[in-house]
């Protein structure tokens, strides 16, 4: 920084200091720095509580002497194009409570040092390369309230150990390599809103103990291989505005208890063995916006709660077996942008009132016995 010259550092670009004049916090996100962290002075800031380099171009290894910031509480240096292993080194920032490597090209495993980060209450390490297991380590870390290590190439299962992480609010390990089945102990994490599993492969049957977890908002396990029914239990997580169970082998009906999940927004079930029904009320929060379930086996018809909910914007229905008159079962959806009913077994004239879903870019009714044209 061409400002850090001269005695006065409290007066630095980004820098605060204390009463005794010594730096404290250095602030440059988002300044345009470009270089190596080997160009920083570590041993030149023995106070330094607070160091946020990210959203900025810096290159190259993490160097090993940052563990020289002994004090360190805070360290962000996302967004940037660092590279290379995690220094084990880094388990000598006994103090640190958030950390944050999101957004780089961090590759190799994640060191077994990070679990001596016992303060540790985010750690963020998503969107880089970081392969092999998780560490044993991480899940003693029982004060962590967020923990991400989403959008990387990690491999082996989670343990039953991840109950211990009885703080965690936020859970992000979507886009791996993980397999194995869902640790029923996920249900101890009673705090937890987030909780994103998407595209790995996970096997095995949904635990039921996911129902415990009454504060989830964000349940997302599309996109592995789960199999069995569906857990009536999570019909208890009543805060939900996104449910996705897309892309796996689930059979069976979908459990009359979800029902009760009136604050869906988006529910994805497309893509599995499900049969019977579409859940009778599920529509009657009037919020639901995305609903997939195609590619299954439904049958019956689009239920007359379905006509009423007209938050709806992308709908999904085709490739199932269901029937009904198209120009009775439907209403007016003034937000709806994309509706798929085609493979199905409806009948009757298309309705007059698609005319009046103004938003409406595509209607697919292909493959049924339908007649007649929006007018």
Known sequence: MSSWVGNSPCNWTGSACNEFRSITNISLSHTGLRGTLYAFSFSSFPSLLSLNLSQNLLYGNIPSILSNLSKLIYLDLATNQLFGRIP??????????????????????IPNEIGSLRSLKELRLGENSLTGPIPASIWSLGNLTFLNLGSNQLSGTVPQEVGNLKSLNQLHLQFNNLNGPIPASIGNLANLTVFALLS???????????????????????QNQLSGLIPPELGKLTLLFKLGLFLNNLNGSIPGEL??????????VSSNMLSGYLPQEIYNGGVLVNFSANDNYFIGSILKSFRNCSSLYRVRLD?????????EDLG???????????????????????VQCQNLQSLKISHSSCIGEAQ
């Open 319 to 327: 490739r199932n077996r269901l029937t009904g008159t198209i120009s």
């Open 332 to 354: 007016v959806y003034p937000h709806l942008n994309y509706i798929d009913l085609s493979y199905n077994n409806f009948y009757g004239e298309i309705s007059h009132k698609w």
């Open 200 to 222: 790995n492969t996970f096997y095995g049957s949904i635990p039921s103990s996911l129902g415990n977890l009454t504060k989830l908002t964000w349940l997302d396990i599309q």
């Open 88 to 109: 084990s080194e880094i388990g000598l920032l006994t103090s640190l409570n958030i950390l944050n490597l999101d957004e780089n090209h961090m590759n190799e495993s």
């Open 259 to 268: 029902n009760n999940l009136t604050n869906l927004q988006n529910l994805g």
